[in-house]
């Protein structure tokens, strides 16, 4: 598989995972597997102030732990492709639905096809222009994680340069900036491209997208393929349907909406996707249990001792500040993004400025992880890590390589990571 190949299948990946996975879902609130079942809490609203709420974020961090302490680089390395690139408000879509269908596997191609439908094949074309130019920028966001995940597993297993005892958060938060920077470029032309159909919408067009709008997914028609599957590869064909799903909800949807993220969105380099993920792979029928990342990391915590237990509460505290400015930051983000709706031009060097700095927060917040989870680790018993690794229950799927997102690649040439220690 050529790197263009691989691209699109990451394309592929980003609405196939959008059906598999409910990762992005508050731990505890109902989540949707193939066709659902009507949930009783459908009146719960999905938004920042739970994503950021001390429980969401406790549950995840003991999620994240549990998943690094009992894991290894390859697994480190997996993460949904929808984690990056995030501000077009499709998971706010998808969490919000009032018909509770946004974890169903009609759910992508019911709306992508009621978008394509609208739009003239010029501007279809111009979906597959954009995601055919994103190729290599989205790969080097995978890429360059992976020099991370290998120093902080280096912390975990003790293997420091002659003379570090911990990592140097400002490394960190430096090589944080960097990578942001590369998911700020590819938002940046993601939003140019989708802001230049919008712009393009006739009257007409306008009102049917708004019509839409109006209702839930059970209201939306369910149409064929509004694109001929011959005329390109599959993995093209997906990556479209990727991107009319995320302009229908970038366009109908809100600055809240964009902001919005879910409780794993940042320090994500510690494998909890792998351990959450894994068994729907290839898939469709399997349903991840509603309170898995809450039972699970309740269970987790419930293993250690008192002092064990308290350096990963104390976690929720340490991280406040950066997760407050995190969101303040993709506010600023996403308010410029949106302007790419009624104008050709931004200032792109703040976007860019604004996701470094986002960079270096989340570089914080996963340098903190790395630090008490590898503080709890050391003190850890046999009985205790015999019961972390039947939490895992991970035996069936053994990992090797890496992973570019959520496909399985080879191992990848990492070089010196010294200088993420202090």
Known sequence: MNRTQRMLHL?????????????????????????????????????????????????????????????????????????????????????????????NTSFVPRIANAVLAILTDGQIGDLIDLAEAQVDAINAIAETRYPMIAAFRRLLEGDLPAGSTELDADSVMAYGADLFRLDGEVSLGRAIGLGAIARSLTASQRAEIDSLAAGGSSSWPDLPDQVDKQTMPHDVHVAVMTYASEFFSWYTGSVEADVYFCPERHGTYFGSFYMKDMPAMG????????????????????????????????????????????????????????????????????????????????????????????????????????????????????????????????????????????
Request: glycine share 6%; with cysteine.
């Open 283 to 422: 898939n469709p029928d399997y349903s991840i249990p509603t309170q898995l990342t809450g039972d699970v990391g309740e269970a987790f915590l419930n293993v250690l001792t008192s002092s064990q237990r308290a350096t990963i509460e104390g976690l929720v505290d340490a991280q406040r500040a950066a997760l407050m400015e995190i969101v303040d930051v993709r506010e600023d983000i996403s308010i410029e993004l949106r302007k790419l709706m009624t104008q050709s031009t931004i200032d792109e060097t703040y976007v860019l400025e604004r996701s470094e700095r986002y960079g270096e927060l989340d570089g914080e917040i996963a340098a903190m992880y790395a630090e008490a989870f590898t503080e709890v680790f050391r003190t850890l018993s046999v009985a205790q890590l015999e019961a972390l690794a039947e939490l895992r229950d991970l035996d069936a799927y053994p990992c090797n390589g890496a992973y570019l997102f959520s496909e399985n690649v080879p191992m990848p040439v990492i070089g010196d990571t010294d200088f993420f220690f202090d």
């Open 11 to 103: 394309c592929c990946l980003t609405a196939t995972l959008a059906i598999l996975l409910t990762g992005c879902m508050l731990p505890g609130l109902a989540r949707g597997g193939p066709n659902p079942p009507p949930q009783n809490e459908g009146a719960v609203r999905h938004d920042i102030e739970q994503a950021t709420s001390d429980r969401a974020q406790l549950t995840t961090i003991a999620f994240d732990a549990l998943a690094w302490m009992t894991g290894d680089f390859c697994s480190d390395t997996f993460l949904p492709p929808g984690k990056v690139t995030d501000y077009f408000g499709f998971q706010y879509l998808r969490d919000n639905d009032p018909d509770e269908l946004g974890h």
